[in-house]
């Protein structure tokens, strides 16, 4: 039990669409990253948040968008979504340096 | 930028000990973790290393080397249930968060 819960767990869309996925992080837990995850590689850094504030981007286009909120939830978007967004989306928070993701939610794109 | 190298799959027999390296390239260091993950799910955290030398928790050991650039996750033991892909990942010191990982080993534990 990391204290990270995600949803959805799964999801299907279709190109051009967009995507919300949610993230919620136990109290106390003030930073919140997202990570892509394709089949077969490690995760990739999408970016970090730090008291509602983006603050560290990886090299993802601008229509991957986040927002955090003051109850330590956030939320990671995706617009006009292509078939390479197919992937496992993890939403991680640290404690102690120690870093734990969420279950993720595992996002196809037809 | 990170560059993180690890054996793409390693096999093992039921009982014995494996030992899984990581080599890597960095222009910042600030920290070292080893992931397992099993088909379908998340990473689950199993250690961190920030200094030189040996962490061990239970049948699981990580070592770091920081002027060497190379780390090593050791599994005791090995029970059929360990039998997942192990994730490298080193985080820069520049980003609280941002980890950057290798493509991971992939381990199969044989009876």
């Known amino acids: 039990e990391t204290g990270v819960t995600q949803s959805p767990t799964h999801l299907i869309k279709t190109r051009g669409q967009q995507v919300t996925l949610r993230c919620s992080s136990q109290?106390?837990?003030?930073?919140v990253s997202w990570y892509q995850q394709a089949l077969g590689q490690g995760p990739q850094f999408i970016f970090q948040?730090?008291?509602?504030?983006?603050?560290g981007r990886g090299n993802f286009p601008p229509r991957f968008s986040g927002l955090q909120f003051p109850n330590y939830s956030s939320e990671l978007n995706v617009n006009a979504l292509e078939l390479d967004d197919s992937a496992l989306y993890l939403c991680?928070?640290?404690?102690?340096?120690?870093?734990?993701f969420g279950e993720g939610s595992r996002l196809t794109v037809l | 930028g990170q560059n993180i190298d690890q054996p793409t799959e390693m096999t093992a027999t039921e009982g014995a000990i494996v030992q899984i390296n990581c080599t890597y390239q960095?222009?910042?260091?600030?920290?070292l973790f080893w992931y397992q993950q099993h088909a379908g799910e998340a990473p689950t955290f199993l250690s961190y290393n920030v200094l030189d030398g040996l962490e061990e928790k239970g049948r699981f050991s990580s070592f770091l080397s920081r002027s060497k650039g190379y780390s090593y996750l050791l599994l005791k033991e090995l029970q059929m249930k360990d039998s997942a892909s192990y994730l490298c990942a080193v985080r820069e010191g520049t980003g609280f968060q941002k980890l950057v990982f290798g493509t991971g080993t992939r381990l199969l534990v044989s009876p």
């Open positions: 960095t222009s910042g260091f600030n920290g």
């Open positions: 948040y730090y008291r509602e504030e983006e603050n």
């Open positions: 991680a928070s640290s404690f102690s340096g120690e870093l734990f």
């Open positions: 109290s106390g837990h003030n930073t």
